[in-house]
């Protein structure tokens, strides 16, 4: 079993809907990551978080210690936010991630 | 302020050849972390690095692979006798301290023939 588990793994939507994505994980964590990769293969991390709720636009990340789950919401989904958005669990400073959510937004 | 730069960019090697690949960190930032995402998987960590230490290499094959910080210049990911198994898109990322965000290089994409 991963430590990290993502879902869905793809997720396809119309532009406007508001989208979820989810990461388990089964470690014991200093904090966690949202990261999302273009089609290009660059890196942008999103969110850092160790409790509780973050919001940048049209993003929001919480993450439940206890339960050992995060979410990552884009509100008002545009095409442009196609990409793969990767989770990751941040252990001894060492990062493992998520296999990643590849998200396409239709027009 | 910069982001993090890595180059080059795209690296062709043949096999047996050594492959450097470099990061130059954001300004300000002292600690570099190399992740490896080979063909169709996920992001593996490497190494994690502060200036002329290496604080964390349990992610790097024991064989072929070094990586160093100098005091000056750039992280050097360092791989030798390369394989076509090293074709991979390499990131290093930095951050300001252990345990804050790390910003993400563009990435080398190794091709070994």
């Known amino acids: 079993k991963n430590e990290v588990e993502q879902s869905p793994q793809n997720l396809t939507a119309q532009e406007g809907e508001f989208i979820t994505i989810n990461c388990s994980y089964s470690v014991g964590i200093s904090a966690l990551h949202w990261l999302q990769q273009h089609p290009g293969g660059g890196i942008v991390s999103l969110f850092m978080l160790s409790s509780g709720k973050k919001k940048h636009g049209r993003l929001i990340a919480t993450i439940n210690i206890q339960e050992k789950h995060s979410s990552l919401h884009i509100t008002a989904s545009h095409p442009r936010d196609s990409a793969v958005y990767i989770c990751?669990?941040?252990?001894?400073?060492?990062?493992?991630f998520g296999s990643g959510t590849q998200l396409t937004v239709l027009p | 302020n910069a982001g993090v730069m890595q180059n080059p960019r795209h690296l062709v090697r043949r096999r047996g050849q050594e492959a450097r690949l470099r990061c130059s960190p954001m300004?300000?930032?002292?600690?570099v972390y190399w992740y490896r995402q080979l063909p169709e998987e996920g992001l593996k960590f490497m190494v994690y690095l502060q200036k002329e230490n290496i604080i964390d290499e349990s992610g790097m094959p024991k064989e072929r692979f070094s990586a160093e910080f100098p005091k000056e210049g750039p992280s050097i990911l360092r791989i030798q006798q390369v394989v076509r198994g090293d074709s991979a898109a390499y990131f290093c990322a930095s951050s300001r301290q252990g345990g804050e965000t790390q910003y993400f290089g563009p990435g080398t994409r190794l091709l070994v023939l």
């Open positions: 990751a669990v941040e252990t001894a400073r060492q990062l493992t």
């Open positions: 300004k300000g930032h002292s600690h």
